[in-house]
Nanobody
Framework: QVQLVESGGGLVQAGGSLRLSCAVL????????MAWLRQAPGKEREFVAG????????FYADAVKGRFIISRDNAKNMVYLQMNSLKPEDMAVYYC????????????????WGQGTQVTVSS
């Protein structure tokens, strides 16, 4: 069983930065590919960024490529999302998610989810 707890959301002006953190509770963290996904009001949940179990491979949605960076620290059971040059369209609830071994850009492939953290971007 894996428990995910996000933190770091908040209010930021357009052009600003935020760093989201996800604490992963469980003994087999290194067996999980991790991802950040988001859901804006009235929209479907969407993939944002993913990272392989080793951290050696990362992948991003086109909308955030070049602005967001996903990373993980397997020694600390943590996953991070550094968000730079934030835009109003980035405003959403951001979720940390995990799935065993293989990375994926499909929302439905993720088995474990955090409670979400709100990111608000003012224009």
């Amino acid at each position: 069983q894996v428990q995910l707890v996000e933190s770091g959301g908040g209010l930021v002006q357009a052009g600003g930065s935020l760093r989201l953190s996800c604490a992963v509770l469980g003994r087999t963290f290194t067996r999980y590919a991790m991802a950040w996904l988001r859901q804006a009001p009235g929209k479907e949940r969407e993939f944002v960024a993913g990272i392989s179990w080793s951290g050696g491979s990362t992948f991003y949605a086109d909308a955030v490529k070049g602005r967001f960076i996903i990373s993980r620290d397997n020694a600390k059971n943590m996953v991070y999302l550094q968000m730079n040059s934030l835009k109003p369209e980035d405003m959403a609830v951001y979720y940390c998610a995990a799935r065993r071994v293989l990375q994926s850009t499909s929302v439905s492939d993720y088995d474990y989810w955090g409670q979400g953290t709100q990111v608000t971007v003012s224009s």
